[in-house]
């Protein structure tokens, strides 16, 4: 008798705890199915799992600017000219490579960003690179490939950190973007307006009158210029001259202190400066180019006048040089 009541208690207690356990399973959604093992009564019930995936978006996954680049990677700019500058990206698109149909791309400086307004000093756009611009990358299965994206750069382009923005989309209009960043390098540069200075036909004794040669900032950095001179084409020849002189007629040469110049138009001749052999800077600081349409203050005069020596004759010629120097001031 005290054996059956212990057993029965035991069973109670069994029951009570496999109620609880089934209870708190309740609670966190998990459902029980009891079936008869021992009778072999059992089922199973298939259901079939399914999803439409329309699109698998473009993934771009490497951006670089290429070139033109120098040994450590920077970007080289052609003094007084446009820089084609080019920016690759490199991108997986699992529908397929032709799933592809724009590109576009923005070149920006460093401080700005890449949405803000275009301006030859600080930011490029380039909406229309073009599927053409693409091409598949070999051994890819089709789902891989590379576009290019070209950019005019001026040769007054800040210098320092650039970035090239590239943004892909596929035909359900789904993009991705990535970027890449480079060095601009300094650019020093110097052009002249006229590749001749003639000072027309001269007597012996006469002054010329001034003749102007503008100086240009070809370069991104603000510069000094510099001038030196001789007689003739050859410098070894040509040494303490500034004009040599027709040998045929058997005339005099002209000296190096003949030939003047100054900065501004109304200086008299007494008072310009001589041209020399050796190397001259000029006091005048020419900034860089800002003005897409003009050259602004980026451009300056300088101004030359010629005195015929006695015994002078025939036709003259000499060489002018004029130099660039950085300005760090």
């Not at 529908?95 to 149909?101: I, K, M, S, T, W």
């Not at 000093?121 to 890819?140: A, E, K, L, Q």
């Not at 109304?266 to 020419?286: E, Y």
Request: glycine share 8%; hydrophobic share 40%; aromatic share 8%.
């Amino acid at each position: 008798m005290i054996i059956r009541i212990k057993r029965k208690r035991l069973e109670l207690a069994y029951y009570a705890l496999m109620a609880l356990f089934l209870l708190s399973f309740s609670f966190i959604g998990i459902t029980f199915v009891a079936v008869d093992v021992l009778a072999g009564n059992t089922t199973n019930a298939t259901v079939l799992a399914r999803v439409n995936v329309s699109n698998a978006p473009p993934y771009l996954y490497l951006v670089q600017i290429v070139d033109p680049l120098d040994s450590a990677g920077n970007v080289d700019l052609q003094a007084g000219n446009v820089t084609t500058v080019l920016c690759n990206g490199s991108f997986q698109d699992d529908n397929g490579f032709d799933d592809l149909v724009s590109i576009n791309a923005t070149l920006f400086m460093s401080g700005t960003s890449s949405i803000a307004a275009d301006d030859n000093n600080t930011h490029y756009t380039n909406r229309s690179c073009g599927v053409s611009s693409c091409s598949p990358i070999p051994d890819s299965n089709n789902l891989n490939g590379t576009c290019t994206c070209q950019f005019a750069v001026q040769y007054y382009v800040n210098p320092g950190s650039w970035s090239c923005n590239m943004t892909v989309s596929d035909i359900a209009l789904s993009s991705t973007n990535q970027s890449a960043a480079a060095t601009f390098n300094q650019v020093l540069g110097i052009e002249v307006e006229n590749l001749v200075v003639d000072f027309g036909n001269l007597s012996v004794t006469q002054t010329s009158k001034p003749i102007r040669e503008n100086v240009t900032n070809a370069g991104n950095v603000p510069m000094n210029f510099t001038v030196r001179g001789y007689g003739g084409t050859n410098e070894s020849v040509g040494q303490n001259l500034s004009m040599i002189c027709d040998p045929t007629a058997s005339t005099a040469n002209i000296s190096i202190g003949s030939l003047r110049y100054d900065t501004i138009n109304s200086t008299p001749f007494a008072t310009m400066v001589n041209l020399t052999n050796k190397t001259m800077m000029v006091d005048k600081t020419i900034p860089k180019r800002t003005l897409s349409r003009t050259y602004g203050n980026s451009s300056n005069s300088t101004f030359w006048r010629l005195q015929i020596p006695l015994g002078a004759g025939g036709i003259c010629n000499g060489t002018i040089v004029f130099g660039a120097v950085q300005d760090f001031n």
